[in-house]
């Protein structure tokens, strides 16, 4: 894990005010993007981009696919909504803290905003949840927050947070419903949208079969690597959160496993052997699905921020 950063909210807040127009200085929602989903911006008005180095407290994203950007704009119709946008995230896999991972989210409650809207790619573990589906996420699972791996440790930011958070309700039913109403409007297919468990892993190795089998055993539909630390930070800081997971890879789980034993026993007796293909995921698998889907994604963030 990286070193931890110290804790300077107001010299964040001031760089990042110092540059806004006074329109976009307390904007109402927050957006993270995860993998290949930072096109949002594109449909922002009014912009400004602050990278990341410009911000005191800030680290920089290193995967491909995340830019280290914050975007300022108005979204949806109308007049718009002020909305901040993280255009690339942290993982605690590239070495930043858990405290450096939540950092942004902090300043996005500071800056004023009540809602966040955070997306991810992510791996499916449930055959009835295919590739390119977005799955609203209605509860999670992780098992480093239950192992110790958990951005609420240790002292708090501020003596009015609450020292022990409850989960129960950690993502808004009434954010949930607005994903569902706006995937209504937009009149997408049915099957476009599902509920579902997050399961975060540290990762960055992507999922054995046994810990793909694991997860969907114990209630998981769909697995990243990111998103619960910067749910349970928003959540400390009082926020609505909606999380929304676009599928972009199977999790491979198969109930059984080829028998080399019995390969080799079948070449030794002369039988001809086929070798199914191994399927192996791939980040430019991520990025490629992120590519073909994000429009729709970002089509249903921007109606659920106009129905806000
Ligand atoms: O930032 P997200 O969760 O969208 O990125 C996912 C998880 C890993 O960072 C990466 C693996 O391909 O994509
Ligand atoms: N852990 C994990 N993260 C992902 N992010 C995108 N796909 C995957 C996956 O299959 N596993």
């Known amino acids: 894990m990286g070193d931890d950063i110290p804790l300077s909210f107001d010299a964040s807040v001031d760089a990042i005010k ?15 993007c995860g993998s290949g989903l930072s096109g ?6 009014d912009v400004v981009l602050i990278p ?15 830019k280290s950007t914050l975007a300022f704009g108005l979204l949806g119709s109308g007049e718009g909504v002020p909305v901040v946008a993280m255009l690339g995230r942290f993982h605690p896999y590239e070495g930043h803290s858990l405290s450096s991972v939540v950092y942004p989210v902090r300043i996005m409650a500071k800056l004023g905003i009540k809602d ?12 009835s949840i295919p590739v390119g589906t977005i799955v609203v996420i209605q509860d999670h699972l992780a098992l480093p927050n239950l192992t110790g791996m958990n951005p609420l440790l240790g002292p708090q930011t501020s003596k009015d947070l609450p020292r022990f958070l409850p989960l129960s309700d950690a993502y808004s039913p009434a954010l949930r419903r607005l994903v569902f109403l706006a995937a209504h409007q937009l009149q997408l297919d049915d099957s476009a949208l599902a509920e579902g468990t997050y399961a975060w892993v540290s990762g960055p190795t992507y999922e054995t079969p046994a810990e793909g089998r694991f997860l969907r055993r114990v209630g998981a539909d769909v697995v990243g690597m990111s998103t619960v630390p ?13 999380v929304l997971s676009l599928v972009t890879n199977f999790v491979v789980i198969p109930e059984t496993y080829r028998s080399i034993k019995e390969e080799v026993q079948a070449e030794l007796a002369g039988k001809k052997v086929e070798l199914p293909q191994a399927q192996v995921v791939s980040h430019a698998e991520v990025l490629a699905i992120g590519q073909e889907k994000a429009g729709i994604l970002m089509k249903l963030v921007e109606s659920v921020v106009d129905s806000l």
């Open 116 to 127: 966040i809207i955070i997306t991810n790619a992510a791996g499916s573990l449930n055959p």
């Open 18 to 32: 110092r540059v806004l127009p006074i329109n976009l200085q307390s904007p109402r929602v927050g957006i993270i």
């Open 40 to 45: 949002i911006v594109n449909v922002f008005r």
């Open 52 to 66: 990341y180095e410009n911000i005191p407290g800030f680290s920089t994203s290193t995967v491909p696919g995340h």
């Open 230 to 242: 910067e749910v349970l930070a928003a959540r400390e800081e009082g926020l609505n959160v909606v």
